[in-house]
Structures are given as structure tokens and as C-alpha cells.
């Protein structure tokens, strides 16, 4: 009874497959989308991509890391090798003059052995050796034993190397899938609606621009604001200090006064505004992975030569870069060239630029624009220098 009922499920299947065809298959696994709905499915893939994109960056590093000190330990293994071969010629030399002289003790004929090395182990211990024969020895045997300890080593960092490079290619591949989603995504719309998301972008991008100009202007003109300001004090001052020294000249018990000299405010120049402004020159050069520069950047590619500009060296991802460099500042605080990160675990990093505007490069398929920090969940910043 179970197994007609089975068949008859089955059969029913089968006939529906038949004589409703592909069309409504696919429609069945894949509803229509609105426009909202297909932009929001997009950004979440390209998001995700982006984060992929920094795992990905962060193997590389320790990838091209590993890759040099294994160089360095294969050359130390070919120094040994031809080390231990010295030493072992000059082993040779002592059992062949030796046998020049005629003193063919226990210790001289055992280098007649086929067995070379085990004769070289066995050495050590042989009683009637003289003085100089042990030190060659032992220091043969223990340079014999560093090489092994290299090789080794050199071993081990060959296959931690060879996983990594597996790793980097599935987080590659994974992020490309990402990406080919997106578009799937994408290719369900039609061209009318593709053309107003396109059309949404640029208009986003241009009213972002906008205020990223008017941040600029308004960082400007507080810092003239502020140039002035600082002028006038230190010209009061050198008044207070002329007029003090006046009624000092005054006094009959010959004591002194000074007036206090003002400290300025806090400016946005220096190391920041150098970065930002190096930033600022990269607008509109697209996203890609790995890259810093000069002709397309990731995320935090584009911050770490940012600040190597401004003659500062950070941490090449934005998570080593949410831990690493320079000092955490609040929120309230953010001065334009800070760093600012995104989600949790960080996978986002920006500049800051005034007014709650970052610069940034978004993620695959994007170009490095500015945006407002608030289209992301905020997760901190930092001030390099």
C-alpha cells in the first residue's frame, strides 16, 4: 500500500514535469522580484563578496610571508649541506693521515667501513681517539643534526604553504560565486528596471559627491576659522604681555606677572588630511581584490596608501586595521582621515571625510566614491600617525 502510494506521488511528479514544462519550473523556484527586493539581494551578494574579498587578502599576506622565510630557511639548508660536507672532507683527512703514519687504531680502520654514516655515528663513543678527532666529530654530528632540523622545518612550512594557497583559491572562488549570484539576480529584472537601479546609483553617488564637497568647504573655512582665531590670540597676548610688562616697570616691590599664552584648537590638517586627500584622487578608479593602488583598490587597500602617502604604515586588511593602527577614537570625535569600520566582525574600513561622509572602495562591480557612514552599521575608528 505504501509503495503504490509512493508510485502515485511519483507518477503525479513526473506528470507535472511533463505538461507544465521548464518555464513554470523555474518560475516556481524563482518569483518574481521587485526592484527593491533585487537591489537589496544584489548589495547582501556584493557585501558578502567584499568581506570574502579581505578574508582572502589577509592569506595572501601570510602566504607571501611564508613564501619568503621558506626562502630564507631553503638557503639555510643549502649553506648547511655544503657546511656539513666540509667538515665531513675534513673528517676524511684525519683517517687518511692517520693511515700515512701508520696509526691504524680502531678508530682509523672504521673509515674503511662502507657504512659512512654509521661509522660517523659510531665514532663519537670509540675510546682511542685523540683530541682532535673528537672535536671534528661532534662538530660534524651536531651540524649534521642542525640540517636535519632545517630540512625539517623546511618541510613543514612547504605544506602549511601549500594549504594556505588552497585556502586563498576557495575563498577566490567562493567570492566569484558571490558575484555570478548577484548578477543572476540582476538578469531577472528587466532592462527598463535594471536601468533604474543604475539610474538610483548615480544619483546616489552625485548627491554624495555633493556633500562630500560641502564637508570639504565647511572643514575649510572652520580651519581659516580657526587659523584667525589663533592669530588674534597671539596678538592680544603680545599686548597682555606689552601692557603686563608696563605696570611690571610700575611696581615698587619689583615683582613679575606674565599673561598666560592660549592653546590653539585642535586642527584637521597634517597626516590625516594628506591621506585624505590622496584618497580624494582616487575617486572613480574601480574595486578589485587585493589591489592598493595605483589604478584600482580594495577597501583597505585604498586606506593603508592612503596613509603610506601621509608617510604612515598601517596593517594591510580592514580587520588588522580595526585593531592596529594608531589609536581608537570615538565616534563624536572622527576628524577627516580617521579610519572608520563597518559590520561585525569588521570586514569594511573608510575614510572619514567631515559631516558624517566617508571615502571608500565599495566592493566588486563598484569604484571608489564617498557615501554617508550611516548606510552602514558603524563598528568603530581609528586615528593612525
Not at 674503511?112 to 673528537?134: C, P, Y
Request: hydrophobic share 40%; proline share 4%.
Amino acid at each position: 500500500m505504501l509503495r503504490a502510494s509512493l508510485l502515485g506521488v511519483s507518477s503525479l511528479a513526473l506528470a507535472v514535469s511533463l505538461f507544465a514544462g521548464p518555464g513554470l519550473l523555474a518560475a516556481a523556484a524563482d518569483p518574481p522580484l521587485t526592484v527593491a527586493e533585487a537591489k537589496a539581494q544584489v548589495d547582501s551578494l556584493e557585501i558578502e563578496a567584499e568581506a570574502i574579498d579581505q578574508d582572502a587578502v589577509a592569506v595572501k599576506e601570510k602566504l607571501a610571508a611564508g613564501t619568503e622565510k621558506l626562502a630564507l630557511k631553503q638557503e639555510g639548508v643549502r649553506q648547511q649541506t655544503a657546511k656539513v660536507a666540509r667538515i665531513r672532507k675534513q673528517v676524511g683527512q684525519v683517517a687518511l693521515a692517520q693511515f700515512q703514519n701508520r696509526n691504524l687504531d680502531t678508530t682509523a680502520q672504521l673509515f674503511f667501513t662502507s657504512d659512512t654514516d654509521g661509522f660517523l655515528n659510531k665514532m663519537a663513543t670509540v675510546e682511542k681517539v685523540s683530541e682532535n678527532q673528537n672535536t671534528v666529530l661532534q662538530d660534524f654530528q651536531s651540524q649534521q643534526a642542525h640540517l636535519a632540523d632545517l630540512e625539517r622545518s623546511a618541510k613543514v612550512d612547504v605544506a602549511s604553504l601549500q594549504a594556505q594557497d588552497q585556502e586563498l583559491a576557495r575563498l577566490r572562488d567562493a567570492s566569484a560565486a558571490k558575484i555570478t549570484e548577484s548578477k543572476a539576480v540582476l538578469a531577472r529584472l528587466t532592462k527598463e528596471e535594471r536601468a533604474r537601479i543604475a539610474a538610483e546609483e548615480a544619483a546616489a553617488v552625485a548627491a554624495a559627491q555633493k556633500a562630500a564637497d560641502a564637508a570639504a568647504q565647511k572643514a575649510a573655512d572652520a580651519a581659516s576659522a580657526r587659523a584667525a582665531a589663533s592669530a588674534n590670540s597671539k596678538d592680544n597676548s603680545s599686548s597682555d604681555t606689552s601692557t603686563s610688562t608696563a605696570s611690571r616697570d610700575n611696581t615698587s616691590d619689583g615683582s613679575t606677572t606674565t599673561s598666560p599664552t592660549p592653546t590653539p584648537p585642535p586642527s584637521s590638517t597634517g597626516k590625516g588630511a594628506v591621506a585624505l586627500a590622496f584618497a580624494k584622487r582616487q575617486l572613480g578608479k574601480p574595486y578589485s581584490f587585493g589591489s592598493a593602488g595605483p589604478g584600482s583598490f580594495d577597501c583597505s587597500g585604498l586606506t593603508s596608501a592612503a596613509w603610506r602617502a601621509a608617510g604612515v604604515s598601517i596593517p594591510r586588511t580592514s580587520r588588522a586595521q580595526s585593531t592596529g593602527a594608531g589609536r581608537s577614537v570615538a565616534k563624536s570625535d572622527l576628524q577627516p582621515g580617521d579610519l572608520v569600520f563597518f559590520y561585525s566582525p569588521v570586514s569594511h574600513v573608510a575614510m572619514y571625510v567631515g559631516d558624517g561622509m566617508i571615502i571608500h572602495s565599495p566592493r566588486p562591480g563598484k569604484s571608489v566614491q564617498y557615501i554617508k557612514m550611516s548606510y552602514m552599521p558603524y563598528a568603530g575608528a581609528r586615528r593612525p600617525g
